[in-house]
């Protein structure tokens, strides 16, 4: 049993309060993954977890226990590190061993172990060298290894591969996932990264200015958020949102030119409202309610950045190449049962 329970965990920085009383429970063997913007406090609360950071007050419980107190070496926890913290001096068999040589485990065992993390992340061959002779990416995996040697209950990862290039992450982040599914341990992951938590994870956690926002499984915040701000969190490129209000049973989008019939229940009191389309559920149509500002072809899909003569954009994206050229006047495809429905005050989700 190594799940990890957080309950009305608050941290505070002297008067400044960046996490605001966090419950959450990962179940044992869950991938969960702490989303958000900037400053959001998802690295402060993995570290609270890690035990690197004090907990202000609140409760963390790792395996049933609570360790609240605990030493970070005393919560069966081992982190992940951007910047890998690998020893310069020691070869990856002596960086991968480091911890376990502390705590007084013999020999032969570390041997084993260290054999062990290195056939699971394919490092048999590059167990002698120092890690200068490494490239990134094989630097990382020595970190996740000497992680894996010391056998935690919870992995805990801050961002682990945004040192990468582009086709290293896609590697690494296979990898990622093949270890989970080898090892099953309880995985908690920070990242800045869309398609990094929307693959690896069981269960995203949206963080916005220290408090959850959401918690689902990734396909479930996107087909589902509660409000306007997980909407626009997942989802890459982020839903557009047009202001819109509900009159006389109807939805008028001054965006669109007139109104559009949507299934929602519409408020009948004339609130600001927030239309929300996801750039994929949209087409581009001949009309002419948009001017083409942009494009960019991706080769698979193309984006089509559209502006209206109320100045707001919206991104339009198509498979394949696009038609449109810069300039261009165009009328906006929707599928009104894959709007969502904003309350533009309070950003919750009208249904
Ligand atoms: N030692 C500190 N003293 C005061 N404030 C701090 C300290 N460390 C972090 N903070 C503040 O706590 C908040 C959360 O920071 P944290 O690093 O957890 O955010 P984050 O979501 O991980 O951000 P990023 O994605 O940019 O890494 C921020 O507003 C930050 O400025």
């Avoid at 582009?166 to 398609?195: C, F, N, P, S």
């Avoid at 009191?269 to 996801?278: F, H, M, P």
């Avoid at 559920?281 to 698979?300: I, K, M, Q, R, S």
Wanted: some cysteine.
């Amino acid at each position: 049993m190594s799940g990890v329970e957080l309950s009305n965990v608050i941290k505070k920085y002297g008067e400044t309060q960046v996490i605001h009383g966090i419950d959450l429970a990962i179940g044992d063997g869950e991938f969960a993954v702490f989303v958000g913007p900037s400053g959001c406090g998802k690295s402060t609360l993995l570290r609270m977890i890690a035990g690197l950071e004090e907990t202000t007050s609140g409760r963390i419980d790792i395996g049933g226990a609570d360790v609240t107190r605990a030493d970070p070496a005393d919560r069966g926890v081992a982190m992940v590190f951007q910047t890998y913290a690998l020893y310069p001096h020691m070869t990856v068999r002596e960086n991968m061993g480091f911890g376990l040589r502390m705590t007084g485990h013999p020999k032969p065992e570390i041997d084993s172990k260290v054999d062990e993390a290195a056939r699971i992340l394919q490092l048999d061959e590059l167990l002698d060298r120092k890690p200068a002779a490494l490239s990134g990416g094989q630097r990382q995996r020595v970190a996740i290894g000497r992680a894996i040697t010391r056998g935690p209950e919870v992995f805990l990862f801050d961002e682990p591969l945004s040192n990468l290039d582009a086709e290293l992450r896609v590697e690494m982040r296979v990898e990622i996932a093949r270890l989970h599914k080898e090892i099953g341990a309880t995985m908690i992951y920070v990242t800045h990264d869309q398609v990094e938590a929307m693959t690896l994870a069981d269960k995203i956690v949206v963080l916005r200015k220290g408090r959850i926002e959401q918690v689902g499984a990734p396909l479930d915040l996107y087909r589902d958020p509660d409000n306007r701000f997980v909407a626009g969190f997942i989802g890459s490129p982020s839903m557009n949102f047009l202001d819109a209000t509900a009159r006389d049973g109807a939805l008028h989008v001054p965006a669109l030119g007139g109104t559009l019939d949507v299934p929602q229940t519409l408020p009948g009191d004339g609130r600001a409202l927030s239309l929300g389309l996801r750039p994929e559920h949209l087409w581009l149509e001949d009309g002419d309610t948009f001017t083409v500002d942009l494009t960019e072809a991706l080769g698979g899909v193309s984006y089509a950045y559209l502006k209206a003569a109320d100045g707001t954009r919206l991104i339009v994206e198509e498979r394949g190449d696009t038609r449109a050229k810069i300039g261009d006047r165009v009328a906006l495809g929707v599928d009104p049962a894959k709007t969502m429905l904003f309350d533009a005050e309070t950003e919750l989700r009208i249904r």
